[in-house]
């Protein structure tokens, strides 16, 4: 953000205590466990506590909060909005996920992590914090989630199809074993796979050919294409000499792109396992997303399954649009419902509130010039 639209924060009078950032979020684990949990975990000054486990349907539910003391007041804007530390926020996005994948081998289980409402605030110490944070106006772009959409594409099972599928069960393989991996990890490799396979030849060197081959009006760039072929498909396969490796957090945002891509190449890809890039006119979906913001446009009148997956706005953890937790009176900005010192922290389901269903049938704008290619 630049100094035009925000400032750093004066200290107002009155003994600095250091205010706390809290990242929270909601970890379930599968199957859920007999008895519900409480664990405390401190790593460098950082504080992360897991609490709560009521059952539900997709396993146990727990709160996990990260507590990560700032150095100074944190900026604010010139309309009194409150700007979230991004160093401070990563900081509390590994300790969340490093004790969640302890407490996963503790209760030897799986573990999903989400970002219920609110899943970021303040913790004031003192009362001249606290004065500072009740006069400024919110947090500088709220928590709003961003949504990503996604078309199902599925394989018409006429036989003219599934004939054009004869000369690349190869490649039908490794898209069927892309459907049936349980994380994004595993679907991803699995659609980079497919790429491989296609045009017979490493990652590293897809950029060039799948640019060219890619249907245009899906607005594939060398940029995205890069970043899945090189940057994500060798962070997300290996871990030896890397300082990072990807996760399913980093791909989720990803996934659904990569997915449509695979289908055009799979499907459409003239000569299977061969360096050239030319088409053929098998597959020509109504529907798809045009940029990795998840942009859908469908031909009018087409009804494919649509559907939005929303995100936290750091598009790191998906939303969890019916938990709203109970949360302390010290935790700023007010959220959810008010709760007495000591009381349980369960999820909320909220009174209002819209959900978007998976699978909802839509139809939307014309898609533009459908067999126009890139030059």
């Not at 709220?142 to 000369?167: P, T």
């Not at 396979?197 to 009006?217: G, H, K, N, W």
């Not at 959220?335 to 010192?341: A, D, L, N, W």
């Amino acid at each position: 953000m630049n100094s035009k639209s925000a400032r750093q924060s004066t200290r107002p009078s009155g003994r600095w205590r250091e205010m706390v950032f809290l990242r929270i979020l909601g970890l379930v684990l599968r199957p859920a466990p007999k008895e519900g949990l409480t664990s405390e975990l401190e790593v460098n000054g950082v504080k992360v506590t897991i609490d709560g486990g009521p059952a539900r349907d997709d396993g146990r539910w727990y709160r996990a909060v990260a507590r990560v003391r700032l150095e100074r007041y944190p900026k604010r804007t010139r309309a009194g909005l409150v700007v979230m530390p991004d160093h401070e926020r990563q900081i509390a996005r590994t300790h969340l996920e490093s004790a969640a994948n302890i407490v996963c081998l503790g209760m030897r289980c799986a573990r999903a992590l989400s970002s219920p409402n609110p899943y970021a605030a303040f913790e004031a110490e003192s009362d001249a914090e606290r004065a500072w944070l009740a006069e400024s106006s919110g947090l500088d772009r709220g928590l709003d989630g961003v949504a990503i959409g996604s078309v199902h594409h599925s394989l018409d099972m006429e036989e003219h199809m599934v004939s054009s599928l004869l000369d690349r069960l190869d490649g039908v393989e490794l898209l069927a074993e892309a459907f049936s991996a349980g994380r994004a990890t595993g679907q991803f490799l699995d659609f980079v796979r497919t790429f491989e396979r296609a045009f017979q030849t490493s990652a590293s060197r897809l950029v060039e050919p799948l640019r060219i081959f890619l249907d245009p009006r899906f607005g594939y760039t060398d940029d995205e294409i890069r970043r899945w072929t090189t940057t994500m498909r060798g962070s997300a396969s290996h871990a030896d000499r890397r300082n990072s490796f990807l996760v399913d957090s980093d791909i989720r945002p990803d996934i659904a792109r990569v997915e449509q891509a695979a289908w055009d190449v799979l499907m459409n890809k003239a000569h299977w396992r061969s360096a050239d890039t030319e088409r053929r006119s098998v597959w020509s979906p109504a529907a798809g997303t045009t940029a990795p913001d998840g942009t859908l446009v469908a031909a009018a009148g087409s009804k494919l399954p649509l559907s939005m997956q929303f995100f936290d706005r750091w598009r790191e953890f998906p939303l969890d649009l019916e938990t709203n937790l109970r949360t302390p009176e010290t935790w700023w900005p007010r959220r959810g419902t008010s709760r007495q010192k000591g009381a349980h922290s369960e999820p909320s389901r909220p009174q209002s509130g819209t959900r978007i269903q998976r699978g909802r049938r839509l139809s939307c704008a014309e898609l533009a010039r459908p067999n126009e290619r890139r030059p």
